[in-house]
């Protein structure tokens, strides 16, 4: 299987060059030239699998300079039973009116970005082996909360590595906040931006593409890589995770096989929903796939003004801070597998998105991408109204992000009649977002963050995950704010660590 970038597709790349690189030199992402299609006997095979097996076949496909027995030994470390509480890496819950939810927060860091970010160090380090890099790779992350953790857990202490990473100084939650300045480990920097996650980004992106940096990292032996989802590295292994939610419907009598399901995905840099399209493609039976997004409802405006993307509007911070983004990246990579990999195209329309921040896809383009998604949003008010009303009817407590995702899947059953059976995201453990739970369910709040996981355990009965329960007894260890347009500033760090 080959890679190429969306910006320009002359140049074939092998797959673990491009998770090395983890963005082309162009600025665009790297992306599969084709479809791998999963065959009847891959599907009976996935059946009888458990995570791990499943996610080796399905990175089988798109890894194809990785052996076999490679994956699977990556796949046993990453999704080991301590790490993910038990063998059961993405279980599914059925709620009522046919919502599945997929959890996707049993991992270190109560969140999905764990699913990809404990499989990404093993695919990086072995990608730099296989195309002989020897220099350290710096890892550099833009996060809206969540990725930066799950980053730091996955890469910290990891031989031949290095990682940084950036947060919007108001544009996460105490408890994320409180998970990235005490990670441990001796490779690891964190650093928050006085901005919100759009400008760290663009900041992390401005770093990747600028010659001076590279050239001054390289002459100290290091390289720039990227553990944001813009690294082919990140959004292979959730692909997984849609085809293995299928098989335990298929086993427990929820669908049967071949029959159609829909996919709702609380949607911010586009990443998990892309995975469950190109899930699609390769054959997993999908009928539409909802893409759930905040107030900041870019990607809503999009799906519904056929095509139109337009990020000059105010950014809002809100509940669900995850989903804070007006530039959703990983939507470049739709627009090149809906325009049949037309760089050129691609490359233009990134280009009025860097300059004027809006563009407008061509009418048969959209077209194809109407077949596949609907969209939809609520505000924080709705998201909340949700968590109650979740939490009252069917005894389910989920988190702001998840929240989202499960009323605009509600309204889009109301809306069309639809009443295909839907898989839904579930992005996050509920207590990495106790406040907003909390004040959700009428709790009253204690003024300590790590108390509040009492007080939601003392109002629901669930109890909190390991992991967040544990911050209480650390010390915050980093404390650096820069301007964003000091960010370049803070390379220099690197070298220190
Ligand atoms: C990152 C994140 C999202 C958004 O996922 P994308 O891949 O960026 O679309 C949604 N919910 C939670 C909890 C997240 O951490």
Not at 363 to 377: L, M, N, R, T, Y
């Amino acid at each position: 299987m080959e890679y190429v970038s969306t910006r320009d597709k002359s140049r074939k790349v092998s797959a673990s060059y491009a998770i090395a690189n983890g963005i082309a030199p162009d600025g665009g992402l790297y992306c599969p030239t084709s479809f791998p299609a999963l065959t009847a006997e891959d599907w009976h095979a996935l059946a009888n699998l458990d995570y791990k097996g499943r996610s080796a076949l399905v990175l089988g496909k798109f890894l194809t300079d990785f052996s076999g027995e490679e994956l699977a030994d990556y796949a046993a470390k990453a999704y080991a039973d301590d790490k993910f509480g038990g063998a059961d890496t993405a279980p599914v819950v059925a709620l009522g009116g046919g919502k599945h939810m997929l959890e996707l927060w049993h991992g270190p860091t109560c969140a999905f970005k764990d699913m990809a970010l404990q499989m990404l160090p093993h695919l990086l380090t072995a990608s730099l082996r296989k195309t002989g890099e020897t220099r350290t790779a710096c890892i550099l992350v833009a996060t809206s909360g969540d990725t930066g953790k799950a980053a730091l857990d996955g890469f910290h202490d990891v031989e031949g590595t290095k990682i940084m990473v950036y947060y919007p100084v108001d544009g996460v939650s105490p408890m994320q906040k409180l998970q990235m300045v005490t990670q441990e480990g001796k490779n690891v920097e964190v650093v928050a931006i006085r901005g919100n996650f759009d400008d760290a980004q663009s900041a992390v992106k401005r770093i990747f593409t600028d010659e001076t940096v590279r050239e001054g990292l390289d002459k100290d032996g290091m390289m720039l890589s990227s553990a944001n989802s813009i690294n082919w590295g990140r959004l292979a292994p959730q692909i997984a995770y849609y085809v293995s939610a299928y098989c335990d419907m298929v086993k427990n009598g929820a669908v049967k096989m071949g029959g159609k399901i829909n996919i709702c995905v609380p949607t911010g840099n586009f990443g998990n929903i892309l995975a469950a399209y190109i899930a699609k493609q390769m054959g997993l039976p999908v009928n539409k796939l909802i893409c759930a997004s905040n107030r900041n409802n870019v990607l809503t405006d999009f799906f519904k003004k056929g095509g139109s993307y337009d990020k000059n509007r105010d950014f809002y911070t809100t509940t669900s801070p995850s989903m804070d983004i007006l530039i959703s990246s990983n939507l470049e990579r739709l627009l090149f597998f809906a325009s049949d990999y037309d760089d050129k195209l691609v490359a233009a329309l990134m280009e009025q998105l860097a300059k004027g921040g809006s563009y407008q896809v061509a009418a048969d383009v959209f077209a194809k991408i109407e077949s596949d998604f609907d969209a939809g949003c609520c505000d924080d008010a709705a998201a909340a109204q949700t968590i109650r009303e979740v939490w009252e009817n069917e005894h389910y407590l989920c988190d702001t992000h998840t929240a989202v995702a499960v009323r605009v899947y509600e309204d889009y059953r109301a809306r069309t009649g639809d009443t295909t059976p839907a898989v839904i995201a579930s992005t996050a453990s509920p207590f990495k977002f106790c406040r907003s739970v909390i004040e959700a369910l009428g709790g009253t709040l204690e003024k300590d963050d790590v108390s509040q996981l009492d007080v939601l355990t003392g109002l629901t009965g669930v109890p909190a995950p390991a992991p967040l329960a544990a911050l209480a007894g650390k010390t915050p260890r980093f404390d650096r704010v820069v301007d964003k347009t000091d960010i370049l500033s803070t390379v220099g760090l690197l070298r220190d660590l």
